[in-house]
């Protein structure tokens, strides 16, 4: 697994934020001081296939990152700061960092984006050298400088977010020199979209190239709004064995480490689903790096596989911390990822089925032409 990525800059208090999130809520349409990010569900061959035989979708590697939003505003007395929202709503302001307007010099840029909020995921690229660098990969746009593109088709936030906002950015950053550079605290760039039949392309050619894991794929409706919250028309796919929860732990016994995982219930209501599968020589090494024993586990939230024979009778072996989560999966979530690993489709598979995909959506685009110009 790949670490996960800090967060660019410091936490602002809780009290200080609640204006923040007003500000959010109202862009976003919610009305609601939550956090507003669409949420995707797990793939299953019977339901995902036939939506992609039925509706035209882009598809784009699912990075092992750090799922933000990033909010830029403009003070009153006209100074620009950018906003990282992360899962748990906390925010975060980014020093060293503004996002110019596209019509401003960016040599000396002296116009900024005001009210823009934006989706992205931050993930750290290592190099073959084995240099580290935090990127910001973008992948849609809510609101744009006050304008709100979230029932745009996808291609439009897309092209939004490039030329608007990440274009500017990094013609600015060309302009810099190297020593103001070093102080950016990331570096930006879209995420990378095929059509939906193109996954053997974003498998063998995408993938390869990037400098940061990469452990699944993501499905994206082109004509579905951006959609607040669980969202049908954005589909996660994982190789059944890759398929992840994110529990709650609780230490119910340290010596024997009879160790449970909680299932998220909405609220603060948790309930046990299941122990972790765990032995004494995991502690102090690889995931576990740091953690001397059982009790600096209990109440953090983590990210398991299913593995029954890895040390029973614990059935789900532990991957990563999920720190950036304020809880664990909801227990509706938890069965619909258990109902994906069965009803899944391993990578050979899927890219069989995609020879469909491509026919059903060319139809679609022949159809359309005739009836555009009959």
């Not at 790949?2 to 800059?9: E, Q």
């Not at 400088?145 to 990440?166: A, P, Q, S, T, W």
């Not at 600096?296 to 789900?316: H, K, M, T």
């Amino acid at each position: 697994m790949s670490p996960i990525p800090p967060i660019p800059g410091s936490p602002i208090p809780n009290h200080a934020c609640q204006g923040l999130r007003q500000l959010v809520g109202e862009l976003s349409g919610t009305n609601r001081p939550t956090f507003p990010g669409s949420q995707p569900v797990s793939f299953t061959k019977s339901t995902s296939i036939p939506e992609l035989m039925d509706s035209n979708y882009l598809v784009c590697e699912k990075s092992d990152g750090v799922r933000v939003l990033v909010l830029m505003i403009v003070t009153e007395d006209n100074r620009p700061q950018t906003f990282f929202i992360t899962r748990k709503n906390e925010y975060y302001l980014a020093p060293f960092c503004a996002f110019p307007a596209p019509d401003t010099d960016p040599q000396q840029p002296t116009k900024f984006h005001n009210r823009t909020l934006i989706d992205a995921e931050l993930v750290i690229d290592t190099d073959h050298y084995g240099r580290a660098e935090r990127k910001l990969l973008g992948f849609d746009a809510l609101v744009v400088d006050g304008h709100n593109c979230m029932n745009f088709i996808l291609e439009k936030r897309l092209g939004r977010l490039r030329d608007y906002v990440f274009t500017p950015f990094n013609r600015m950053a060309r302009c810099m020199t190297p020593e103001f550079r070093q102080h950016l605290p990331f570096a930006v760039e879209m995420k990378v979209f095929e059509r939906s039949y193109g996954v053997a392309k974003v498998q063998n050619e995408i993938i390869p190239r990037l400098l940061h894991k990469s452990d699944g794929l993501i499905f994206t409706s082109v004509q579905a709004p951006y959609t607040p919250g669980t969202c049908d028309k954005i589909i996660k796919w994982k190789p059944a064995s890759e398929n992840s929860v994110d529990f709650k732990i609780q230490v119910a016994d340290a010596a024997s480490l009879d160790i449970r995982l909680l299932v998220w219930q909405g609220g603060s209501e948790y309930s046990e689903y299941g122990r972790l599968a765990i032995r004494p020589q995991d502690f102090n090494q690889g995931a576990l790096q740091g953690i001397r024993g059982p009790q600096e586990l209990n109440g953090r939230i983590c990210e398991v596989v299913l593995d029954s024979s890895y040390a029973p009778p614990g059935q789900w072996r532990f991957m990563r911390f999920r720190d950036d989560k304020p809880h664990g999966n909801h227990i509706s979530t938890v069965a619909k990822i258990i109902e994906s690993m069965s009803d899944n489709l391993e990578l050979s598979e899927l890219i069989q089925c995609m020879v469909d995909v491509r026919t059903a959506w060319k139809q679609r685009e022949a159809a359309a032409a005739a009836e555009a110009n009959p």
